[in-house]
């Protein structure tokens, strides 16, 4: 084994030889703190190594030839190993950060640059609790020295503000060791261990006094104040240190200190810490300067390490389990946060919104996206399965208030950090940058080796299986070869997925899981041929868009919980990622990702109070073997809902949909919205022994339902941006489908489900149809277009089909979907709400009316005399949907048999329902009928016929005029387009329903956003930046703990 | 007893000056007296009654035992916190020089020694 | 006004913290079997009356190191923060005669006096800091009476290079001759006799050293504070 004194030994000599060094050349100082830092870290990865083939191995080492407690004694064992590697070699990559500030400074930078090390390794690998002290001085001391490598007033006063606060800690932390020394009459911290309880007054306050000593170093809110200076204006290479290499250690050290409190100093520390992570978060986001930011989520990272080891020691895990958790979240902080820190320095932007800078260097974005995704705790990095453990831990324990603030204090987390990431991939591009080597390459290596790491982890972690890392192998696959032409990417996309889709997808799965499988894989291959229409390389999309398949597969294929969630989430980012690729998409993505992502906290409440599923057995097969309660249900079920845009959480939907790339948004209102509704169909399988039709909870769901439908319905109508209309059109229809769901009966999940086949399909058609629409015309408000039947037929004949495949007029198979609703709604006696629903879509029909017409229909604009067809790219696409629709259209029999055998597996089919094609035969004992659908379809086919060669007959006799001859006429109007017919359209209908339509959940979101903005702002106000008064903040600070304490 | 009463309230002394002065040399020496406060309190808390100081002389009771070795008989006082005081006070002191020159080159670049002057960081 | 309030609140609380320790204290009568150990420990084994001085250097070798490094950077902290590029003019008042001599003539006694202390620190009260304090004391003397006074940068640095560099090397010299668990073991060398100036191995060697490289680590702070930071 290596022995660690060596360790010691060479940093010291190092460290007193590099002025003699120096005198030499600068650069072999330079290069030899380089040199000593890689063998440390070598040294700790050797150890490991011995250590895993030789795990009995003893790994104290005692000093001076005594043995402890006479002597000082350090312990290399793995855990000491890992820190030892990793802390070196951040040094080294800090160092390496530092490059030019070493050339310029001198010496005593280097030495002191050095000593930080040594302090973070003694401090690591001491079992003396003095010891430890002296090490913390060190280490404390040489980071107070190396601030000064940026003189400038703000570091000086930082400087000072931390060295008294500095000071104050370790005193507290000194007096603690002394007093406790009275007690135990010993400085070992093992020695310590193996005494029995003292229970005196007096010891408890030693006790408090050196936790609370090494606490403050820790910078928990609200005693914090001059960490978050120093971070926001010590050189971007010192904040780094100090928030990885230094807090590390410390943290370390007080890990070490844990097992010495009594569990009420414990309880305290760790609800301090989660304290510290909710309001760090919570500070942060309104912080628009990017170092202080960082220096608020550090504090934050920080809190949340303290409150894990706390919480899951306070909860009687094994250490091993506790320390391997932590390592997730610990190894993810180290090293987005240090990359992020330096990457401050290279931008040399304060301003988040100047951090549009990035957008020019697409290599700088995603080391820029992978530390901030990383961070946010998105799969596959560490922190994402440290968080899905807590969690499960937290609700196999009932630990519900610890739950709900880190729940929390991540969703705050993400609020900002993905703000943050909009601002540097979609802001204003700016100059470029200048990028040394030296900083580049701490910054790469930093975010290979991230990534690497969470890699092998995702590949090592039990229950996942290898179909779980696919979508992560097509982002790295497809990201590699991006620069390849969009056709040859595209065919390469559409073949891999269509093999894994027939050789691997289905094969496993039930005829539900088959359905969906179809849903959502094969709905979106079609759509990839959309993606095609790009010139060139199109970099970007592939990555995004593979993963996101995969990902929508494997949430089918899911057997664990785990499976399904880490599947959910690559999905929802692969979607984030899509979204953010739009123009004018920075906000919109924005709002998608927050609101998924409070959808996917709900999730994992709710995953953590539901039994633990079987790996290998499909969770869609078990899941009519299980049941849940209704807590789980509920979390689960809302998190769906948000998914699907249910009223009242639909606030992202129109943003995202309409905001996104065109055919991104053909997918994500097609094919996404359903993967809320397989999650969805899971709860209820989950939930059907307890519920029917008639319980109040369904009937609380058919309500939200109809009235998705309906205000989906209403607010597309008074849309004039056509995708904005698509978008509620597309909350409408999915609210038919969460009624349909609500029945419980075996016809309303035909249904539910029947719609959502068509959905899919006349959805993707009508996006696809106008993508080309807006490739053309280069606008989306549909009073600027018309005419355009001439110019665009295919387009249009596309709507038309659609439209008529929406608003259930037959002969379409949308009109068998709304009629199997209707049908089943009845059957239940729900007539309110089926006279709802069936004014919604009456509704419809005015919104599509005005799609068609307004843009097919009426004059051509003057300036779109000259558009041409859509390419071919985009037509494959809806020709497929079209024969779809046609297809389930004239043979309605090959999907609704289907889809009763798969309904029939959770919910039989009941004896008195049949049907054959259209012609649906009810006996129930409620509703009879007996309704022969196709012989309908003849008859309305003729309906249309007949006006329609009426019409062609007297359109010989029209006079045309050209379009705006009002301009002619009379004066000059001011904005002419507002007297196309086409604006505002319905506005008379928006005079008798408009109340309906008012942005109340607009206005509601918007309040709890100023909401959270302003009460950051007011707790921001506590550090006033005055040095005294955060020292007063420690000191009351400690006296509150204290008293919590309630030492008598 | 008397010097652990003496030390803390030295202690309390430094705290006051630390959280009351204004000028940043003033709060430095605040810092200093807190130091000193604690050294004091680790000395008495190493005090046995009636002991010498830990150096085995004279002064010390010591008798030679039947392996060869020497029994201490006479007190002294605990010598571990003497020990770890002399570290203490160097690395205060250490922490004091490093303070003072802050001091010397924040009043070099901002001219003023008003720890109110230097509020420009916050929020 | 209110912060007065505050501070208040904050010196009564800091104080009512050490209530229970100070209400329960009470002088012991004889040592904990810890502090036992050591005094018949460096009395048995290191030979060493001064048991402060087998703690500081042997038992708790490693802390001390750790103290050495703490002065190390301060001096080097200290220099790098009052760098300056040139050397401000000197205005201060050229010494009287009875200082300049005085000060000559008693630095040589303070410095071998602070030699007397580190070296006899295994015997009697003292040692290398003390020792090297009361050495850097002697050219703060010299220092303060004499303007035209310089040290050698050079020479400072040398000596606390190497003098550190000498310390570790005497820690490894136990790692490497009497096993892996004896860094800082000073049992290489003979304990030689009771009360005898070479005697109890190398800790006499060892605190010699640290009194050197306290004292130019302090000569080195009062040279930074005087004349400004040097470019190591």
Known sequence: MVNPMLLLAMFLITAFLIALLDKLHRKISIYTIYAVLLIASGMGFWQLNTLLYNPNLSVVVFSAGFSAPLSISLQFGVVEAVLVALLNLFGFLGASYLYRRFLQSGAQAIALYLLVLLGANGLVLTRDIFNSFVFLEILSIATYAIIAVDQNKNSLVAGIKYMLAGGISSTLFLIGIVLAYRYTGTLNIDTWLSLSPIKTPGYTVALFLMAIGVFIELKPFPANGWALDLYQSADKGVASLISSVNTAAILFLYYKLMPLFTPALLEILTGAGLISFVFGNLIALRQKNASRLLGYSSTAQTGLLVFSLGALSLLGLPQGMVLRIALGLFITNLFAKSGLFWLCGVTKRNNLQDWSVLRSDSGLLIIFGIFAVALMGFPPFPSFFAKWQIIQIFGASQAWMWMAGLLIGSLLEVVYLMRWLGFAAKGESQSTLEKPFSKLFPLMVSALGLASVSYYLTLMYPQIGTNSIYPIMAFILFGLIDILPVKLKGVLAIAALSLWGWFVLLPPLPLMGQLFALILVGGSIVQIFAFMRYQGAAEGFFPSLTMLIFALGNIVLASTKLQFFLAWELMTLAAYLLILKGKKARVAALLFIVFSSFGAYLMLAGFSMMPNTVEGYLIILQANFMAIDWLPALLLGVAFLIKMGAVGVHYWLPAAYSEADDETSSILSSVLSKAGVFGLLMVLILISRFVSSSSISMMALGWIGVFTAFFGALMAVFQEDAKKLLAYSSMSQLGYIVVGLSLMTHLGWVSALYLAVNHLFFKGLIFMAMAAVFLRTGTRNMYEMGGLIKKMPIAFISVLMGIIAVSGVPPLSGFGSKWFIYTSLLEQGRYLQTALVFFSSAIAFLYLYRLIHTVFLGQAKPNQKDVKEAPIWLIIPQGIFIMAIMAISVFPNIITKPLSLAVGDYIAKPEWLNWDGYNLVLNSPTLHGNWNGNLVMYVTMGVFIIPLIWLLLVNARTQKVKQFNIVFAAERPYKPWTTHFAYNMFAHYEKALGFLVKPRVTAFYKGVAEGFHSLSATLARIYTGNGQTYMLHIFLYTIFLYLLLGVK | ?123 | MIKYLLVFVAIIGIGYIFLPFVMEFSTPTKLNPLATSYVQGSVNELNMPNVVTAIVVTYRGLDTLGEVTVLFLATAGVGFLLKRKHDMVNHRRKCSEILCTGASLLTPLIVLFGVYIFAHGHLSPGGGFQGGVVIASGFLLLVMANISFHFSHNLIHFSESISGFIYVLLGLAGLVLLGANSFLDPRYLPAGKWLDIVSTGAVPIIYSIIGIKGGSELCSVIDSLQHGGTEL
């Open chain 2, 1 to 123: 007893m008397m010097v652990l009463i003496c030390g803390l309230l030295l202690m309390l002394i430094g705290i006051w000056a630390m959280l009351i002065k204004k000028n940043i040399i003033r709060i430095i020496i605040g810092f200093s007296i807190l130091d000193t406060g604690t050294h004091l309190v680790i000395v008495a808390i190493g005090y046995v009654k009636h002991a010498t100081a830990p150096i085995v002389d004279k002064a010390v009771n010591i008798s030679q035992n039947a392996e060869g070795g020497i029994q201490v008989l006479g007190k002294v006082v605990d010598p571990v916190p003497s020990a770890l005081v002399l570290t203490a006070i160097v690395i205060g002191l250490a922490v004091t020089a490093l303070l003072l020159s802050f001091a010397v080159r924040l009043y070099k670049v901002g001219n003023s020694l008003n720890i109110n002057d230097y509020e420009e960081l916050k929020w």
